[in-house]
Structures are given as structure tokens and as C-alpha cells.
């Protein structure tokens, strides 16, 4: 069964605590890899112990069985458990590597911009290299096609990989290097162009073992004779010249007595063989153009199939990392190796190994398309923070460790996937979370004077920078007689908007209305008694207010009532107008060109919305000026100073959560006081694809009515489907199930068969405004979900049961699965999928009944028991849809998208 007997109680016996992530254990907190089928070939291979790893156990010792090669090599248990090599490759791989450190490297041809699918290799490779004691990761750039290469992308490349790694520890014992050599990675910066001797002295090897020969086919012959998929190839007319004859052209070729493609040099191995690469490959080729490393040295350059394992080798590469793509060259690889290890130009063999590239929703990673973004101007150049290049990110303010955390949480396996791309934006909130300052910041401001306030004195708060880490001080925010809010934070019961919403204002709103108060965050609550408008749009331009002195600094006064609603604002005499740019998803469908044919038309016209007129306190004007500072002290002259390893200061490293608007970042256009740019880097909650509200509904919400209309109609019991008579709240509706997404998924340190989890489920502070920290769930799904197929999934979940604890974890949310009611290995579970386009926190419904009333917490022993009753009426139908059954009637469970739905049919969910 889905959840363990033995703590199913504990389970609706849950009590409301904040949780945080600091009360999670180091296992799902920590900022780690979880086991893979590369870490334990590399530790098998080696007999290295991995330091950093999740731990991860089995619930059962059968739990991998049935599972096939590719499903048990990308299953976290599989991988923590079993060997991923027979005893008898272990003891050749030991031999293989010898004493030797493990080493792996990163690769990249310099011809165009890093972007997230590089994050990936960067950052996996880096981090094995560090998982295993005296591990080291080289760097080299592939430079063996001069007509696409730059030093433009080379510098390019070299600043991405050392931004992605800062903040990471340095390898043991690493040589000192400086300028361009500089760089979190092991030694000097590599280049295939320096092995070109190398290189060509294998060639000329190949060719007096009879394993190459001069082709004089044309471009369009050799596809000829090379055959299909389905047809073998033919063997060229000049497969069997003489070694001599073949060793006099290949040095002409290097002699540049030939035209570019009237020869190339291939490999002999098999023109029938069924892996198309092994058709005889070519491995040089004539091409009269200046190389920016080797100059006009050489008129041919080898191809990429044949430098790559060479160069490998000459390194000491232990374990050569890929992505799929290069599965079936593996064979070239090691054939390649195998012929040249007996003529000692190369003295060790490199182990090749494949996973799964990135795949991202609402994105394109494709190099052609990201050119054609740029040069047909869709987006203003490489480093647009719209674009997915790293260049981009870090413009954008994307921190280098969210990376490294979404590439830790997508994993790796041989599975491929497509990460929603909101996986990568609750990785940047979480990680700007913890660096981010707080300030005010007012988008779209609207005038405040203060009427009772005495002459033009100011008077000064001292407030945190950051609610939770002390050590980020205080800052100075003044207050005085005219401020600016928000023009959202007032609703105009008598003006346009007020029109618009029968002179009302929205269910929920709780900030200023004519007439009404709100208290300003920090400072006093103030009442509006007067509105400045327009002459021409009626709309207010100024609103005069009154201030009450005695609920400074949130005080308030003793019979007096609360005021709920806080606002944030900034005086206006010290305020400093900013630029905001509002940055969003460059692509408004998931799979850009999949119905168009035509991906540009999936762009997004909305992805930025650029704000003039707003205004920031004073102290993101001083940070500001002392980061620009810090940026031309490390430069010099138009050079930079320190150019080594990752200690580049960069304008988006200063980062701010402007108070219930998002996470901004200082962008490279600001230059002084007067010139202050900033970036939005992502919203402080996912309200992508959310049902856009009406605009006398914009930012409101129905929270309080809801609950005096619940505690207005009292609780019957109802007995379930049928009403419960006059006044009562139908069970069905008294359970809170909203849509969330899961962020991180990882072993129970102290229960091999639970999994613990972080849920964003949208919950919103009431005082703040800003959105709670995510959720912790400890769920019964040890060995039955793999935990990066948890990752980034949309799921429904109860979030209002009393939470409990289990085995020493606290648990404040239930996940919701459809059972196959199996047992142990064979049981079949798959959790409530909500669509992607469904934001969080949404509340669902059941189809046909009035809209849900949740209690604010199912605590009593009558509300645990309605809840076990709801439970228990709750299946999917034969089409997999959520659904609630009793009394006869059948209910979808229903979302703003439609229904939540699961591959097990017809079964229970729990």
C-alpha cells in the first residue's frame, strides 16, 4: 500500500508548526547529487567512497526487480544499492586507473555561448571530480574547426565556467595559475590545438598499421557508398591503396597541395557495420584557413571523433562524461584508443560514459535557434536575460549556486526528461532567498502626504536588512510627510476601478480604501481622507491621508482593533527613480515550434515589461554606488585587475527582494546615482499560467470572507456526498486539496520506507505579504517513485491536516496517489498530476458542488474522521481522472486547467 500502516495514524494526526529548511535533514537539504549509475562506476572502478552524496536505501531488497537495464541505472535506489559493474570489470577498471586520481574535464567547442545544457556537464563534471578524494576537473577548449571559432567565445566560455563554479572549493593541491589560465578548474586551461602534432603523428600511426587510408570520394559519393540505417555501405575504390601511396597524400594534405574537401583522411573499420560510425569515419580534413591558437601552421585539422579520445588520453582522463548523443561513438572512441595504445603515443584508456542531456520547457537550447534569436533581433544580444545562456543569467541576476542547485536537483540518469522550467525558478528563489537584501521599492508609485505630519522633518527607522540572517545588519529607511505607495495597494471604490467592481472593493482586499486605514510596514498606519485626481482620466494622483502616532513601529493601541493590511513604502524626498525591467519567460508555450512549425511565433510579447518612473530607498542607492565601486577598482585601464580564478565582481551580485514585487538584481546599464537599472529575476511566487484576474480583482484574494462565511454556516457532520442539511459545510468541501510543486525529494534519515519533500504550495505570510517557506512532507513512496521523477512535479496535496511528526520530521501536508493495491515491488503507485499551467496554491474543486470551504485546520477528532471518510470515497475512473464517489454520484477533482489526473486506473487514492 501507498502509505505504511504503522504510520498512517500519524499521518491525520498532524499540528501547525512554521517549518523552514532548517528543519529538514541534511539528506534532502544539503546541496548534493543523489547516487547515480556514474558515481558508482566511478566508485566501483576506483574504489573511491563518493564524499557528498544523498544516502539513499532500498524499502525493500526486491524493490529494483523487474526493472530493465535503462530504468534500473536511472532508479536512485538501484544506483545506492547494487553494483553497477561485474566482479569482473571491477578488477579491470582498478587496474585501468591504477593509482591514479580520478579526472574528468568539460570540453566545449569555442564557437558560440554556454547555456543551461552546459550548466549541467559543468557542474556534473566539476562535481565528480570533487566527490572522489585527489579528484581534479581540467578545461579544455575543442579548437579543431577554425571557421566557427573566436577568441570572442573563448573569453566568452572561460568567465561562464568560472562564474557557475564560485563560490565552490578549490582542488587539492591545484598549480597556481594566472590570467586567462586562472579558473576554479585543475591546472592550465587546455587545448586541443595543442596536441596538433600529437594528432597528426596518431594519423600518420593509423596509416602504416593499415587502419587509415586517403579518400578521393566526393562529399556526395561517400553518403553514397556510406549506405542507411536499414542498407549497408560499399566500400570505396580507394580503400586499398598502399600504405605508402596513403602516407605521400596525407603529407601532401598537410602540405597544402590539395583543395579544401578534394581529400580526407578516414579510418578503415567496417562498411557494414550497424552502427553508422563505424563506417569508416573521417578523421582529417583539408581546410586552408588560419587557426586563432596555431596560425597558419596547419591546412588540415582533425575531426572531432578522432581528437577527442586522444586528447583524453593525453590528459589522464579517467572518465570521459557525455551526454547521450554521443552513445553511439562510444565504439570510435574506444576503437580509436584500442589501435593507437600499442604505438605509445597514448599510454592510458579513458572510459566513456553517457547520460541524459537538459531538456527545459519553455525554452530552446538549440545553438542554431539561439543564433537566430539574436541575429534576427528578438532579443537584444547574447547576454538578454531573457535568453537561457549563461551570459544571460548572470545579466539577469540568476545566482551561479541556483544553477548548481537545479542541476543537483534534475539529476542524472540515461532517462530523458523535459524539466519544467518553473524547477529552475524555484531553485533561484530559493537561493536569492538566502543572499537577497530587503528594501522598498515602489513599481508603479502613487503620492501620500501626510496631513498631520509637522513641517518637512524626517524621521528614520532602523530595520533588517534581512528578516532571518542577523548578520546582514540593518538599514536606515526615513519616513516623512510625503511617501510613495504602490498605485495597487489602493483600491478607488469611487473612481474608474470602483465603476468597474459595482463601486466594491474585491473579496479579500485588505489594504487602503477611501476612508479606510493600512498599516505602513515599518512605520504608522495611516487613514485616507482625501483623493487628488486627474482632471482628464478621473484616476488619483495623490491621496492625503492621516497618520496615528501612538501604532508606531506595529503597535496597536489596546482596544483598538487591527489593522491587517500592510503595505510597503518610500519617502519621497530621498527616493532615487530606478529603471525596472520586468523580466519574463521568453516563450509562452512549453515546446517553442511544436505546433507552428515556426518556434519564433511562440515568443512571448510579454516577456518584458519596462517600468520608468519607480523609486527605491536610499539605502539601494548607497549599496549600489559602493558595487559600482567595487567594479572599477577590478579594473584598470579597461582591464581587470585580478583575473583569476572566481572573484570577478559582477553589478548583478547585488540582489534585493523588493518587498512583495520579486527578486531584482543590479544590471550592467546603471552606471551612477541618476542611471539605476534593475533586473527582475523571478517572482517571489510561480504565477505562471495563472488565470489573469479582473482589474477590479488584480492582487486581491477572499481569504477572510471565506472564513467568516465557514464559521457563519457551523460544521455538520453530513454524513458525506448528500448536503448535511441547512447551515452545514459538506465534508467533501472541508478538505483543503490545492495544486503544488515539488522542489527537492530525499531519503527519511531514520525510515529506509519513508521519503521526505519540499512543497511549494503556494502559501502566502498574511502579515508580509510574501510568499512561506515550501512545505515539508514525509510520504510512504521509498523505492516506488524514484526521486527525479518527484522533482518538479505538480501534485496535488491536503494541506490542511494537523501536522505530525514521523520518526522525528515533522509533516505539515499529505501528498495525494492513486494505489494499485499491490504489495511491496509489485505495487503500482503515481501521484495526482495537476497541468503544468495550474498555479500554486490553487484550491480545487469537485465538479458539481459548490466551491470548497476548507476548515483552517482539521484537527478535532469529528473533522480527522470526516476526513477519513472523504478519503476513503476518493478513486480514479477508467480514465485515469481524480475522482470523489458516494452516494451514487461521481465528481472530478478539478483544477482551473482540468482535471487532476494519474496513470493507475481505476484504483484507489490515498
Known sequence: MLIPRETLSLLTTMAVVVVTTTNLPLAVNGFAYAPNFITKIVQDGSGIEPQGLLEIAPSSPGDEQGATDDEASASPVATATASALTEEEIQSERERIGSRPICTRFPPEPNGYLHLGHAKAVSFNFAVARMFEGGRCHMR???????????????????????????????????????????????????????????????????????????????EEMREYRGSLTE?????????????????????????????????????????????????????????????????????????????PIADAVEGITHSLCTLEFEDHRPLYDWTLDKLLPTGLVDCKPRQIEFSRLNLKFTVL???????????????????????????????????????????????????????????????????????????????PLKVTISNWQGSTLEDFEVPRHPKIEEMGDRTVP????????????????????????????????????????????????????????????????????????TRAGVTPEGEKRVKGIIQWVEASTAAKCKINQYDRLFKTEEPGKDSDDFTKDINENSLETLETAVVEPSVVMDSLAQLAKIRAATKGGEEVNGEANDKPYHSELSYQFERSGYFALDPASTGADSLVFNRVVTLRDAWGAPKPKAAERNRGGGKQQKQQQQKQGRGGGGGGGGGGAGAVEEALRVAIKAGTILEAGPHPEAESLIVCKVDCGDIDEESGNPSDPRTVVAGLAGLIAFEDLVGRKIACVTNLKPAKMRGIESTAMLLAATDGGEGPDEVVDLLA?????????????????????????????????????????????????????????????????????????????
Open 479 to 550: 519616513f516623512g510627510k510625503n511617501i510613495y505607495i504602490e498605485r495597487s495597494d489602493f483600491f478607488d471604490t469611487d473612481g474608474p476601478e470602483g465603476d468597474a467592481n459595482g463601486n466594491r472593493p474585491p473579496k479579500g482586499f485588505k489594504r487602503l480604501l477611501p476612508g479606510g486605514k493600512v498599516r505602513l510596514k515599518y512605520a504608522y498606519v495611516i487613514s485616507c481622507d482625501e483623493i487628488v485626481r486627474d482632471p482628464e482620466t478621473n484616476e488619483p494622483i495623490e491621496l492625503k491621508c492621516t497618520l496615528y502616532p501612538e
Open 834 to 910: 495537476i497541468p503544468d499551467e495550474v498555479p500554486n496554491g490553487e484550491l480545487l474543486s469537485f465538479e458539481g458542488k459548490d466551491a470548497s470551504q476548507p476548515d483552517p485546520m482539521m484537527k478535532s477528532k469529528g473533522a480527522l474522521k470526516a476526513f477519513d471518510r472523504v478519503k476513503a470515497c476518493l478513486k480514479s475512473n477508467e480514465s485515469g481522472e481524480a475522482t470523489y464517489v458516494n452516494e451514487g454520484s461521481t465528481h472530478r477533482l478539478m483544477t482551473s486547467a482540468g482535471p487532476a489526473t494519474t496513470s493507475v486506473k481505476s484504483a484507489e487514492i490515498q
Open 366 to 444: 538549440s545553438k542554431r535557434k539561439l543564433i537566430q534569436l539574436v541575429e534576427g533581433n528578438y532579443v537584444n544580444g547574447w547576454d538578454d536575460p531573457r535568453m537561457p545562456t549563461l551570459s544571460g543569467m548572470r545579466r539577469r541576476g540568476v545566482p551561479p549556486s541556483a544553477l548548481r542547485l537545479f542541476c543537483e536537483r534534475v539529476g542524472i540518469s540515461k532517462s530523458d526528461s523535459n524539466i519544467d522550467f518553473g524547477v529552475l525558478e524555484d531553485c533561484v528563489r530559493e537561493e536569492m532567498d538566502k543572499i537577497s537584501m530587503r528594501a522598498f521599492a515602489i513599481l508603479n
Open 141 to 219: 577548449l575543442d579548437d579543431t574547426n577554425p571557421s566557427k571559432e573566436d577568441d570572442e567565445y573563448v573569453d566568452s566560455i572561460l568567465e561562464d565556467v568560472r562564474w557557475i563554479q564560485s563560490g565552490n572549493p578549490s582542488f587539492v593541491d591545484v598549480p597556481v595559475e594566472t590570467g586567462k589560465n586562472a579558473g576554479p578548474w585543475y591546472g592550465p586551461v587546455r587545448k586541443t590545438s595543442d596536441s596538433f602534432d600529437l594528432l597528426y603523428d596518431c594519423a600518420v600511426a593509423l596509416i602504416k598499421s593499415g587502419d587509415a587510408y586517403v579518400e578521393s570520394l566526393s562529399a
Open 232 to 308: 549497408p555501405g560499399k566500400e570505396s575504390p580507394y580503400r586499398n591503396r598502399s600504405i605508402e601511396e596513403n602516407l605521400e597524400m596525407f603529407e601532401n594534405m598537410r602540405a597544402g597541395d590539395y583543395k579544401d574537401g578534394e581529400h580526407i583522411l578516414r579510418a578503415k573499420i567496417d562498411m557494414v557495420s550497424p552502427n553508422i560510425n563505424m563506417r569508416d569515419p573521417a578523421l582529417y580534413r583539408i581546410k586552408h584557413e588560419s587557426h586563432q591558437e596555431t596560425g597558419d601552421k596547419w591546412c588540415i585539422y582533425p575531426m572531432y571523433d578522432f581528437s577527442h
